[in-house]
């Protein structure tokens, strides 16, 4: 296969684990059965991709816009891949003590006033969300902007860093809050890794 994607489970809860307050272990290890599950059927769908060698547009059972090989394989493709990529974004930020610092804050100072500000907007995107909200940096404008996505692989924008993700689903936090999303808003910005966050920041 020209490309498979690593397992990155073992790292990624290492570097959670006793680390984010009332965001339990235990939620953690389930939760990453999931992200192991993205990464599976990630590979599963590139090597499919792989073996049709190269399609024939003219034959409409491969390449259809209303139902097709190529459509239904890379459709589910940017669900799998973006599971993947949004959970290994969501525990590499997470694990740190919630202390903004370097460019970041700098920032978050410009765009959004203080961090006090920019934690209530995060919070209330978050809470908006269906699935995700992403902190991302534009690359046209160099500014932040706390972006919305209700599924692993709805609204993302061209041009868009993100630099900081924010699992909303339910199984992020239902075992240890429940119905209440806003209380894990808070306990998740309090164990952020702010150095991870800043690593991500394009280099100017």
């Known amino acids: 296969m020209a490309h498979k994607y690593e397992n990155k489970q073992a790292a990624l809860l290492a570097k959670v684990k006793g680390k984010t307050g009332k ?9 990453l059965k999931l992200y192991t599950g993205y990464v599976n059927k990630s590979n599963a769908l590139l090597e499919a991709i792989e073996k049709l060698g190269t399609p024939d547009p003219a034959d ?42 370097g460019k ?8 959004f006033g203080s961090f006090e500000n920019y934690k209530k907007d995060l919070k209330a995107t978050g809470i908006a969300a269906r699935g995700w ?3 991302g940096i534009d690359h046209d404008t160099g500014k932040l902007f706390n972006y919305i ?6 609204y993302p924008i061209w041009g868009v860093t993100p630099v900081l993700g924010l ?11 429940y119905t209440a999303r806003a209380g894990y808003i808070d306990e998740f910005l309090n164990f952020v890794d ?7 920041l394009p280099k100017s």
């Open 60 to 101: 409409a059972a491969v390449a259809n816009q209303i139902a097709s090989t190529i459509r239904n394989l890379k459709v589910d493709l940017t669900f799998a891949l973006g599971g993947l990529k949004n959970h290994e974004l969501y525990f590499g930020i997470l694990g740190g003590d919630g202390k903004i610092g």
């Open 23 to 31: 965001i339990s272990d235990k939620t953690h290890e389930e939760h």
């Open 149 to 154: 996505g209700d599924a692993q692989n709805t």
């Open 194 to 200: 702010y150095s991870a966050v800043n690593a991500l």
């Open 104 to 111: 970041f804050a700098e920032l978050v100072d410009r765009d």
């Open 167 to 177: 699992d909303v689903y339910e199984h992020a936090y239902y075992a240890d809050f």
């Open 133 to 135: 909200a992403w902190t």
